[in-house]
């Protein structure tokens, strides 16, 4: 369900109205009607914002990725380079955390939609997805340096997937916190699940 503010600018609501609704049907299965009707406005209106559901879908992205590599470089700069491996992934995986849960729709949909929009659109949103991905790759290379290329890339996508897959069932209300997961997933990371 897409909850509106009043307060919010014309923009910004149909930004979040598209965010929501991105994550929830998809890129096709969305309409400009149906982003206007839960933004509170005309359909036509959405034009004096954006010239096009691609523009507006992009835009999405663009805001979910700048909210993912603003927390990475906030946990670089919390950081030394001396600190030990599980306290750097640790600050990283949290940040990566709360930037999504923090953000909702806006990162989710980069997981959620992103496949489903068209090739043109994806590629113009790939620079950003790749800039933010590079950051890992390189925290990897620092903090994994005995691995092979090919398996830090991999232990990457395992830990983006169990990353992103909470965005489905963690509860921010609930009895975990978000550092307690953040906590759970960097010793299952570094130690295995047996362990």
Not at 14 to 23: C, H, R, S, Y
Not at 63 to 92: K, Y
Not at 123 to 152: A, C, G, I
Request: a negative charge.
């Amino acid at each position: 369900m897409v909850v509106i503010s009043p307060e919010q600018t014309g923009r910004q609501r149909v930004l979040d109205a598209a965010a929501q609704l991105f994550v929830d049907q998809g890129y096709a299965g969305t309409t400009l009607r149906q982003i206007a009707s839960a933004a509170g406005i005309k359909a036509g209106s959405i034009y004096h914002h954006f010239d096009s559901k691609d523009e507006l879908f992009i835009a999405v992205l663009h805001d979910g990725i700048i909210v993912m590599l603003d927390a990475f470089e906030t946990s670089c700069s919390a950081l030394d380079a001396a600190d030990p491996i599980d306290r750097q992934l640790l600050a990283h995986v949290h940040a990566h955390l709360s930037a999504v849960f923090e953000n909702g729709p806006y990162t989710t949909a980069h997981v959620a939609a992103f496949f489903t929009a068209p090739d043109d659109v994806r590629r113009q949103v790939v620079p950003q997805r790749d800039l933010y991905e590079q950051r890992w790759n390189d925290l990897f290379k620092r903090l994994l340096p005995t691995l092979s290329s090919k398996d830090r890339q991999l232990r990457r996508l395992f830990l983006f997937g169990v990353m992103n897959a909470s965005a489905e069932w963690f509860d921010r209300n609930g009895a975990l916190s978000v550092e307690q997961l953040a906590t759970a997933i960097t010793d299952q990371f570094l130690n295995g699940v047996a362990t």
